[in-house]
């Protein structure tokens, strides 16, 4: 009786949903059974069948024959065409304005169309009709003459189009081969910086190795606090290399020099600094003169980074102009300066909130290790305090930054009291040196981005990169890759979850770190998985960049989008096609290259 | 001369509330090969891995070689567990890895991590490795990847990286519970030859008695996580097995 009534109740829901669907989605039958509707979708299928890939150049043939207009009074003039090419008669071969004639013409390519004209003494054409030959090549066809009276012969024209020399590429055929080659090469270069920025994100993401990433309360507090500064720090610190490089570079000895002496000097010092075996843990000195030496090491690197980009560019604007139809190469040699100017002060930020993470971290360690717990607890208050202060400034900095609020007590003042306050409640409930789960919290954080980012498709993602960088195929890759990043490292990360404990516990057992670990238990188990997830990636991104041109992302979709737009059928069919060939050789390409490393 | 490793009150209360260990206490002088008995779930990978905090321990204190392993930060806890080699019963290897890379592992406690990041070693680790391969008999298969070696053969290599550690002391979960008599007793000599060669202190968690009779100096048995018994394998009579093992248990081979 109940399920019966569930059944019915089932029915009903399943009816009013479908019917309200075929409302919405406006489901109109009728309109596919129209005459005209039927007519545009076989405009549309024939076009589609015709696609515009191939051309011939062309010949206009011309041939005229006397008309006069109105007919002498010595009457109809006689005419004997010369009939050793295609030749035309006209019948009777005068008249009065606007009088009917016959049009005979014979010897002409077979099949083909062309265009009758009048010719009056002006010389210019009158278009006055169309014809058509049949297989012999002739045609008749019934013309009225122009309004147009001459006591001399006047002319009637008749042109045609004839293929000569080999079948060519169209002009649409040569667009359309050049935007699938930077298409494909979106959809490239978008799977490797995905890839990359991916493959470290999804050691974040994994909750098996976070969840074991603990620390104490002090080390937490010291990080949120340092972190951000170590992340300016380091910024700013690029920025002023940056300076000196350029100022170096004015003269090309002393860049040259540098960019020698920095590497030379750097490994050097890494190697002091690095020694392959520590038998004992070395002295607190060593350990600071040490950390000196790492950090010249870092910023020697940094210097050389920026010599060799100035120089690259440098070079690669040089040698362009020299390479004829290889100046690409040269751009990319430039290019590629240029990108690791832009990705230095980055990485040079991230190197610092790195290094302060580590010492951060260290420094909670030891005093989570040496202080008394009641000095440990005071210290802890102190210490959220001012973290809980940073981080709620920070986000009262980006509500500012985005809404431009101009009222200080909002973004300033109260954040400030209330991140402070918010750390202390922290700091006095948790135990002193109770280990925090610092990872989980990463985890968590990284996830809800990822996911947030994953659930906006990088066609939408592009109108956001278009307005930034303009529209074209650099916007694209920037949408595809930020999204290739969010995908990938979810799969990625699951991918990390799902590998076996065993070696991680092994490798952990003898001693190793986490980084170790990571290295030589984690990465082998996952290089095939990667790979293969990389190669659907690929695919995907493929697919996705023939498209992205529909909202400004460059690439074949910009051109099929424009030739659809100007009802221009046939060069779309072209795209359409190159699009069909392109994606299932990289579908079948993509799909043999995973069977090879599975 | 103190012994190697002392075990003090060790309780061990997992997450879920199972309580694992309960006042577990006792002394392993250098150079002792104990084997650790009990039923399943007595226990046993718990007791070894609280040795080396790979299971925290939830009170009690383990001290290796005088240091309180339990009282270890991160870095002090790495150089204490680069000394204390670990074999499984699983093996644990690194599938995908090469055989030589697996026991080179053994040495991440000792070298520098920022060149072992990059997978480089030092030519005498190099050397060891391959003498170490050479010990358990595997060294034409230093290149193979280690999921192409059979079991025993895995097993040999997973006592290839404990030696690379130089252990003092070697945890043994179970090592031959996945292979079969033979083979269980090729991985026990190798084991017991490292004990009287190398003076390396063995501590070895077995299911079967003739094992232990064989090889053990001396057995400590676990029964629901309390230690039942601490003594000579030939003082392990039937009612001590009994005890051990429980009422219904039948004495087997
Ligand atoms: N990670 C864990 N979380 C919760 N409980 C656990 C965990 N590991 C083990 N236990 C429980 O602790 C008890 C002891 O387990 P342990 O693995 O130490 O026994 P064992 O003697 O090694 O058994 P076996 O011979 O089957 O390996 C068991 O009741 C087990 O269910
Ligand atoms: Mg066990």
């Known amino acids: 009786m109940k399920r019966s009534l569930t059944i019915a109740l089932l029915i009903v829901a399943a009816f009013v949903i479908f019917a309200y669907g075929f409302s919405v989605t406006q489901v109109n039958l009728e309109e596919l059974g129209q005459e005209s509707r039927q007519q545009a979708l076989t405009r549309i299928l024939r076009a589609l069948a015709h696609p515009d890939f191939i051309a011939f150049d062309q010949e206009q043939v011309e041939v005229n024959a006397p008309v006069y207009v109105p007919c002498p009074a010595a009457g109809e003039p006689a005419y004997t065409p010369d009939t050793s090419g295609p030749y035309m008669t006209v019948t009777p071969s005068c008249g009065d304005p606007r009088a009917e004639v016959v049009v005979e013409g014979v010897g002409f390519a077979p099949d083909t169309n062309g265009v009758l004209y009048f010719i009056p003494d002006s010389g210019v054409q009158l278009q006055i009709g169309r014809f058509e030959t049949d297989g012999g090549g002739y045609f008749q066809t019934t013309v009225r003459l122009r309004d147009r009276e001459s006591d001399q012969a006047q002319q009637l024209r008749a042109t045609t189009r004839r293929n000569i020399g080999n079948a060519h590429l169209s002009q649409n055929g040569i667009d359309t081969i050049n935007k699938i080659i930077e298409t494909v090469f979106m959809a490239l270069l978008a799977t490797t910086l995905g890839t990359f920025l991916a493959i470290p994100v999804s050691f974040l993401a994994a909750r098996n190795l976070m969840a074991t990433v603990t620390s104490p309360v002090a080390s937490v507090a010291l990080t949120l606090i340092l972190v951000p500064l170590g992340v300016w720090l380091g910024g700013a610190v690029t920025g002023w290399l940056g300076q000196t490089a350029l100022t170096l570079l004015g003269d090309w000895l002393p860049a040259l020099v540098g960019l020698v002496v920095a590497p030379v000097v750097a490994t050097i010092l890494a190697r002091w600094a690095v020694p392959p075996v520590e038998k004992s843990p070395p002295g607190a000195l060593v350990r600071l003169l040490r950390s000196i030496a790492l950090l010249a090491v870092a910023l020697l690197a940094i210097l050389a980074f920026y010599l060799f980009a100035a120089l690259l560019i440098a070079a690669g604007e040089r040698i362009a102009p020299l390479l004829g139809s290889f100046a690409f190469l040269g751009d990319f ?125 990088a066609l939408i993602m592009v109108i956001v990169f278009a307005v930034w960088v303009g529209i074209g195929p650099f916007a694209g890759v920037l949408a595809l890759g930020l999204h290739t990043v969010a995908a990938l490292a979810k799969l990625y990360s699951e991918q990390v979850e799902s590998i076996a404990n065993g070696p991680l516990e092994a490798v952990i057992a003898t001693g190793a770190n986490r980084l170790q670990m990571i290295v030589y238990a984690v990465i082998p188990q996952i290089v095939a998985p990667y790979i293969s997830f990389t190669m659907y990636r690929w695919d995907i991104n493929v697919r996705m960049s023939t498209i992205i041109g529909f909202a400004g992302g460059g690439g074949i979709g910009f051109l099929l989008q424009q030739n659809i737009n100007l009802l221009n059928y046939r060069a779309a069919s072209a795209q359409i096609i190159a699009i069909a060939i392109v994606v299932s050789l990289m579908d079948y390409f993509s799909s043999y290259m995973r069977q090879r490393v599975v | 001369m103190n012994p ?24 392993v002088p250098r150079g002792q090969f104990v084997a650790v008995i009990g039923l399943s779930g007595s226990g046993k990978s718990t007791l070894l891995r609280c040795i080396n905090r790979l299971v925290e321990p939830t ?160 057995v400590v048995a676990l029964n629901d996580g309390k230690l039942m018994f601490d003594g000579l394998p030939s003082e392990i009579d039937d009612a001590k097995f009994k005890e051990i093992y429980g009422k219904e248990a039948e004495r087997v081979g």
């Open chain 1, 333 to 457: 040699i430039a290019n590629v300066g240029g990108i690791i100017v832009l990705v230095l002060p980055i990485a040079g930020a991230l190197i610092g909130g790195g290094v302060f993470l580590s010492i951060a971290g260290r420094l909670g360690n030891t005093l989570a290790d040496r202080l008394s717990p009641r000095t440990l607890k005071a210290i802890n208050i102190v210490l959220c305090a001012v973290a809980g202060m940073v981080l709620a400034l920070l986000i009262g900095a980006a509500v500012e930054w985005l809404y431009q609020l101009r009222q200080p007590r909002l973004t300033v003042v109260w954040p400030a009291i209330i991140g402070a306050v918010l750390g202390i409640i922290v700091a006095v409930r948790s135990r002193a040196d109770e280990p925090l789960p610092l990872g989980l919290a990463v985890y968590g954080v990284t996830r809800t981005v990822l996911n947030a980012l994953r659930s906006v498709e």
């Open chain 2, 4 to 27: 190697i490793l002392r075990i003090e009150h060790l309780t061990k209360v997992y997450p879920n509330g199972v309580q694992a260990l309960t006042d577990v206490s006792f002394d």
């Open chain 2, 59 to 218: 009170s009690g204190k383990v001290i290796f070689d005088g240091v309180d392993v339990t009282a270890c930060n991160d870095a002090a806890l790495r150089r204490v567990r680069r000394r204390i080699g670990m074999i499984f019963q699983h093996f644990n290897l690194v599938n995908r890895s090469p055989v030589v890379t697996n026991v080179l592992a053994g040495r991440l406690g000792y070298v520098n991590p920022v060149w072992s990041l990059i997978n480089r070693f030092s030519p005498a680790d190099m050397a060891k490795a391959n003498a170490q391969l050479e010990r358990v008999g595997l060294a034409d298969k230093a290149g193979n990847r280690a999921d192409a070696l059979s079991g025993g053969q895995q097993q040999r290599v997973g006592i290839a990286r404990a030696l690379m550690q130089d252990p003092a002391l070697i945890l043994a979960d179970e090592p031959v519970a996945s292979l079969d008599p033979v083979l269980a007793h090729s991985i026990m000599k190798h084991l017991d030859q490292i004990n009287r060669d190398d003076g390396v202190t063995v501590l070895c968690s077995l299911h079967f008695l003739d094992l232990v009779h064989a090889y053990a100096d001396r």
